[in-house]
C-alpha cells in the first residue's frame, strides 16, 4: 500500500465542494441579481429593438406616402408633380440617406434612386404596404425597405412607391438604449453586490461569535453556551447544545465519581491480600519447613474472591452505556427475563430459599423490546442474586401487563427497609448493613441504568409484608404471536 510522502502536504480533493456558510450564501443571491439582470437587461434590448424597427417603419410609411401624395394620373398615365429637390426633401433623414423609387409596374421611372432595383415587390398586387429586408447589389449594405402600390382605379397605371434606408441607424439606436439600460444595471451592482456581501457577512457575525465560544470552552470548561444574544433561528440549536453540555458534565462527573469510588472500594480487598501475603511471607521466612496455615489461606482465598467479584461488577457497570450504545436487536422481554431466572432456582434452593416464577402475562402476545437481552437478564440476575443473599426466604418472581407495559415485581419476605436503606439503595457502592462484606454496592446501579436504557423505570416499591420489592416497568411494542405457544404461569 502507498504511503504519503511525509512532506507532502494532504490536499483534500474534495475541499472546493465544502464552502463557507458565507460562500453558500453569496453564490445563489449573486446569481440570482446576475440572471435577472441579463434576463431584464435582454428583455429590454429585445423590446427596444421591436420598438425601434415598429417606430422606423412607420416613418418609412410615411415617407412613401408623402410621395404618393406627389402622383397624378391624366388617361389613366402616371405622372409625379413635383421636383426632385421637393422628393428628396420629402425622405430626407439627418441620420442615414434613405433612398426612393417612384415606378410604374411597367418598370417606367417617374422619380428617384435609379440605382434601387429590387425586383421582389414586381408581383405584388395588393395595396398593403410592405416590409422587408434587402441587401444593395451595388453597396452591398443591409436596407429596410417599405414598398406600396397604387392604382386609384382599375384602368389607372399601376405606380410602386419605394422607400428604403440604411439598417445601421437602428442598430445604433438599439445599441444606446441597451447602453441606457446595462451601464446603470452594472454601475448598481458594483453597489448590491457589496451591499449583499456585507449585509450577509452583519448577519452572520454571530454564528462566528458562536463558533468562537465553542472553541474557546476546551476540554475542561462544559459551562453552557449564552443565549442571549444568539439569533432566534439558531436558538435551538444552542440549546440543544447546552442540553447536551449539560449531560456530558454529567457524565463526566458521575465517571471522576466512579472511578474515585472504585478505587476506594479496591483498597479494602487489595490491602487485605497485601496484608494476607505479608503474614505468610514472614511465617515462610521464620520457617521454611512449616506448611501454609489453612485458616490464613482460606482467608486468602475470601478476600480474592471478593475483590474478584467486585472487579466482575465494575466492569458490568462500566459496560451497560458501552453495550446500550451499540446497535441494539429486536428481542422478546418475557422470554429474556425468565430464561435466567429459571437458573436462580436452583442456587436458591442451595442457599434454603424458595424462588417462585410467576407469568400473569397474554401467551397469545409477544412483548417486543429494542435494546440487548443479554443486560435485561443481567437485571433479573442481580436483584434475584440479591434476593438469595440478604431478603427472606420466600422470594417471588411476578411478571404481568397492563395495556403494551410490562410490570414485573422481584420481591422477598425478609425484614422491612427501614428508610435511610430506601434512600441509599440506588447510590453506587452503598451498602447496608446487612454483616456480608462480599457485596459491591453496585448490582441495583446496574439494574437502574439498564432498565432506564431500555426506556423503562426501575423503582423500590413499598409493600405491606414484604422485606423488599423491585418494580420494573417497561413500555413494549406488543405483537400477536404466529403460533400461539403459551406460557404456562410456573409455581415454585
Known sequence: MNT??????????L???NPSLLK??????VSLWVACALLATSAAYLLAGRSTNTSFDRLLADDAQALSAQLRWNDGVASFAASKETADSLVFDSLSLSHYSVHTATGRTLMGDMHL??????ARTDPQAIFFDHTGRRSHTPLRVVAQRF?????????WVVVAESK???RQVKDEIATAIFLPALIVGFFIIPLFYYSIRRALSPTRQLSALVVAHGDDNLSPLPVEQVPQELRELVAHTNSLLQRLQASVSEQRRFIADAAHQLQTPMAGIRLLVGDMRRIQKSDPTQPMDAEVLAQLDEVATRGARMVKQLLAFARVAEDSAAEPEVFEAVEAMLEPAARWRSLALTAGKSLELENHTDPKREFMLHGSPVLLGEVISNLLDNAIRYGGPQIKLRLHHHDSTLIVHVQDDGPPLDEHARSHLMLPFWRGDHGQPEGSGLGLSIAQRIVERLGGRF????RAGLGACFEITLPCEVRERPAVQARNTEHG
Do not use: C, F, T
Open 4 to 13: 504519503p510522502s511525509p512532506g507532502r502536504a494532504n490536499l483534500n480533493p
Open 15 to 17: 475541499g472546493w465542494i
Open 24 to 29: 453558500q450564501l453569496m453564490l445563489p443571491v
Open 117 to 122: 432595383e429590387i425586383p421582389e415587390i414586381e
Open 151 to 159: 392604382q386609384p382605379s382599375p384602368g389607372d397605371e399601376a405606380v
Open 168 to 170: 445601421e441607424k437602428r
Open 459 to 462: 423503582a423500590l416499591v413499598e
